[in-house]
């Protein structure tokens, strides 16, 4: 690898180019595949090889198994300095076991059931700002419609909500691929958010024990009673995956997409003229700005991936963003088109860890997303209030001011 290669590769990783990422990734999947930290990081981002990567079953997703996390053990770190293990880092036998339970709360019917539920709070985010003549899309949307609705999957009480905020957005640094070689400082934020929300969770699965309701966590607390040999630690951590995961995401993909639609107001004024556009509006929005940019996994025995050899125990970082935009997939990749067939994207990722929260997912944007193009009345981007999250990996903005004429009942 270059010099230049170098360089390109680093400006990816500065939180600078967040709001204009998508030349690097374009111009790092043309040079690839190459390696990086001495030969123990490959790096992809061509669509064939991504794909093929994440459906190979010898890729392990648990991190500790690299070398990497391991010399870091070896140089003195603490064990749990990283985030607690759940069922997203975890291989077979576990992450099947694990999955088959959760899955269960995340069936075609039981998603579709939730429309209604999610059109309502959507209704009633927009009745909070109607008068206001403007809309900071992330705080007053994106955010607050995925965390109601996984909190209220998970049975949290409603007061307990706001306290989420901080603890999730300090955990989802943890979802970076390189979380694990970060400052001692933000490793230990991460570390004390895991330990406060993990606490409170213990505590709402004492008292889910007591008394059992209908949702997600008296599911999974049912299934451990039954004896199907889920662990408090192993619930504790999939709900902590759920949260964080299951609204930090969507909550990108929201604000992603409204920006997506604003840009290219042709596009949101088709949507506008036919509202069957929005399953492929959603589609389209993860494939051209997908709020996870990228994913890695363990190689468990060596693997020669192009010019590049990766020993066992080294890592594969995929592109996704950058696969995303590959033109021998997807034509004249850098436009923006709701009506093309983007369904190959792999923002979902691909094989036994695709993600299990992707129809929920997409419904929460469909529904948001029609209702911003149904309701808002001529919107129009502040474009000096527009400031990106500094997140390398789950990208979104973090401030969007739209202003707009009024909002339609």
Same mark, same amino acid.
């Given at each position: 690898?270059?010099?230049?290669?170098?360089?390109?590769?680093?400006? $990816?990783?500065?939180?600078?180019?967040?709001?204009?990422?998508?030349?690097?990734?374009?111009?790092?999947?043309?040079?690839?595949?190459?390696?990086?930290?001495?030969?123990?990081?490959?790096?992809?981002?061509?669509?064939?090889?991504?794909?093929?990567?994440?459906?190979?079953?010898?890729?392990?997703?648990?991190?500790?198994? *690299?070398?990497?996390?391991?010399?870091?053990?070896?140089?003195?770190?603490?064990?749990?300095?990283?985030?607690?293990?759940?069922?997203?880092?975890?291989?077979?036998?576990?992450?099947?076991?694990?999955?088959?339970?959760?899955?269960?709360?995340?069936?075609?019917?039981? &998603?579709?059931?939730?429309?209604?539920? &999610?059109?309502?709070?959507?209704?009633?985010?927009?009745?909070?700002?109607?008068?206001?003549?403007? !809309?900071?899309?992330?705080?007053?949307?994106?955010?607050?419609?995925?965390?109601?609705?996984?909190?209220?999957?998970?049975?949290? +009480?409603?007061?307990?909500?706001?306290?989420?905020?901080?603890?999730?957005?300090? $955990?989802?640094?943890?979802?970076? +691929?390189? #979380?694990?070689?970060?400052?001692?400082?933000?490793?230990?934020? %991460?570390? *004390?958010?895991?330990?406060?929300?993990?606490?409170?969770?213990?505590?709402?699965?004492?008292?889910?024990? #007591?008394?059992?309701?209908?949702?997600?966590? *008296?599911?999974?607390? $049912?299934?451990?009673?039954?004896?199907?040999?889920?662990?408090?630690?192993?619930?504790?951590?999939?709900?902590?995956? !759920?949260?964080? #995961?299951? /609204?930090?995401?969507?909550?990108?993909?929201?604000?992603?997409?409204?920006?997506?639609?604003?840009?290219?107001?042709?596009?949101?004024?088709?949507?506008?003229?036919?509202?069957?556009?929005?399953?492929?509006?959603?589609?389209?929005?993860?494939?051209?700005? =997908? =709020?996870?940019? $990228?994913?890695?996994?363990?190689?468990?025995?060596?693997?020669?991936?192009? +010019?590049?050899?990766?020993?066992?125990?080294? %890592?594969?970082?995929?592109?996704?963003?950058?696969?995303?935009?590959?033109?021998?997939?997807?034509?004249? @990749?850098?436009?923006?088109?709701?009506?093309?067939?983007?369904?190959?994207?792999?923002?979902?990722?691909?094989?036994? /860890?695709?993600?299990?929260?992707? =129809?929920? #997912?997409?419904?929460?944007?469909?529904?948001?997303?029609?209702?911003?193009?149904?309701?808002?009345?001529?919107?129009?981007?502040?474009?000096?209030?527009?400031?990106?999250?500094?997140?390398?990996?789950?990208?979104? @903005?973090?401030?969007?001011?739209?202003?707009?004429?009024?909002?339609?009942?």
């Amino acid at each position: 690898m270059t010099a230049t290669h170098q360089d390109e590769f680093e400006a $990816l990783f500065d939180p600078a180019n967040r709001a204009q990422p998508y030349q690097l990734f374009a111009t790092l999947r043309e040079r690839g595949p190459f390696t990086r930290l001495e030969g123990l990081l490959g790096v992809i981002g061509d669509h064939e090889t991504c794909s093929r990567v994440l459906r190979d079953p010898a890729m392990s997703s648990d991190r500790a198994k *690299s070398l990497m996390a391991r010399t870091s053990l070896a140089r003195g770190a603490e064990p749990g300095s990283v985030p607690a293990v759940s069922f997203l880092s975890m291989d077979p036998p576990d992450h099947t076991r694990l999955r088959r339970l959760v899955s269960k709360a995340f069936t075609a019917k039981v &998603i579709a059931e939730l429309r209604p539920t &999610i059109q309502g709070v959507v209704d009633e985010l927009f009745t909070a700002f109607a008068t206001d003549g403007q !809309l900071d899309v992330v705080p007053r949307l994106a955010y607050p419609l995925p965390v109601r609705i996984i909190t209220d999957l998970l049975g949290v +009480p409603i007061a307990d909500h706001d306290r989420f905020e901080d603890w999730s957005r300090r $955990l989802v640094r943890g979802l970076d +691929p390189m #979380a694990s070689l970060g400052s001692a400082e933000e490793l230990a934020s %991460i570390e *004390s958010a895991r330990e406060d929300l993990s606490a409170y969770f213990v505590d709402l699965i004492a008292r889910r024990r #007591a008394d059992l309701g209908e949702d997600l966590l *008296s599911k999974l607390v $049912l299934a451990e009673e039954q004896g199907d040999a889920l662990t408090e630690q192993e619930l504790v951590a999939t709900c902590i995956l !759920l949260l964080v #995961a299951g /609204h930090e995401t969507t909550a990108n993909l929201i604000a992603n997409g409204v920006l997506a639609l604003l840009r290219n107001p042709e596009q949101l004024a088709a949507l506008r003229a036919d509202p069957s556009l929005i399953n492929g509006t959603v589609e389209e929005i993860l494939r051209y700005d =997908p =709020p996870v940019q $990228l994913t890695t996994r363990v190689v468990t025995r060596e693997m020669t991936i192009g +010019p590049v050899t990766i020993p066992e125990g080294g %890592i594969v970082m995929m592109m996704l963003a950058a696969a995303n935009r590959d033109p021998s997939v997807f034509a004249d @990749p850098d436009r923006f088109d709701i009506t093309r067939d983007a369904r190959k994207h792999l923002s979902f990722a691909a094989g036994a /860890h695709f993600c299990l929260g992707a =129809p929920l #997912a997409r419904l929460e944007a469909s529904v948001a997303l029609s209702t911003f193009a149904r309701r808002i009345v001529n919107p129009v981007l502040d474009t000096e209030s527009l400031h990106y999250r500094q997140h390398i990996n789950l990208r979104g @903005p973090d401030r969007m001011i739209v202003g707009f004429d009024r909002v339609l009942d």
